[in-house]
């Protein structure tokens, strides 16, 4: 059975203090145009890039061991939420993320950047108050926005 | 002889570390607004060339060589500082 890293009680009071910050920072959601939706620990994103609001991508970063671990972050299909390498938008982190045996996006802050492809990289270490869940979700939607001009 | 201040604008100024409240003069360029916002929302100010200002929901970055005044920025507005690129290791 795996390990436990923090209480689950503890884990959730942080997560909810977290998600009340990105919850609060409306002229940023309102400005990319994010709808998010809460379940558990997954936090669910709707967005879109900013030149082409057609093409909607659901975004899923799930918390469990928050602020321990890193949030794992994944595109789902918006109808079903199944995770699917189908589901992820074009551009290069994008498309280099898919091309690893599971998708591992290797931007700083994301679970899959600090135990995957950056596992034991010291130069960029995961931090909570240094990657809020808003800053994730911004270089996301940043790449997003490059991936479609 | 008296000096007349140019006219200010309070304005919103939202990022992902937060959202703060200044009055800044009309004559006050994008980058020098960008920047001091920067500071104030604990973004570091050496990293600004990866960050745009923004009228909320639009596209494109305000152009940092032009004034507020230049740009029609009125009282009340919401701008937000936001990344151009991530950084993709």
Known sequence: ?149 | MSTKEPPKVNLTIESSSGVIKESYSLNEKIHAVKVSAMAKLHLDPSTAGNYGLFIKGKNEPLPEDKTLGDLGISDGMTLVISPLKAEVI
């Open chain 1, 1 to 149: 059975m795996a390990r436990r890293l923090v209480d689950p009680e503890l884990s959730k009071h942080y997560f909810n203090q977290e998600v009340s910050k990105l919850q609060s920072l409306k002229g940023l959601i309102e400005h990319h145009g994010w709808a998010i939706e809460v379940d558990g620990f997954d936090i669910y994103i709707s967005m879109y890039p900013k030149r082409h609001p057609e093409k909607k991508f659901l975004a899923r970063l799930r918390c469990d061991e928050h602020p321990k671990r890193a949030p794992s972050f994944q595109f789902l299909d918006p109808a079903t939420k199944h995770e699917g390498t189908q589901y992820w938008p074009e551009g290069d982190p994008f498309r280099a993320a898919i091309s690893r045996t599971t998708p591992q996006l290797c931007i700083p802050g994301i679970r899959e950047f600090h135990e995957g492809c950056h596992a034991g990289d010291s130069s960029k270490p995961w931090s909570s108050e240094k990657y809020s869940f808003a800053k994730i979700l911004e270089d996301v939607q940043a790449e997003l926005d490059r991936a479609y001009p």
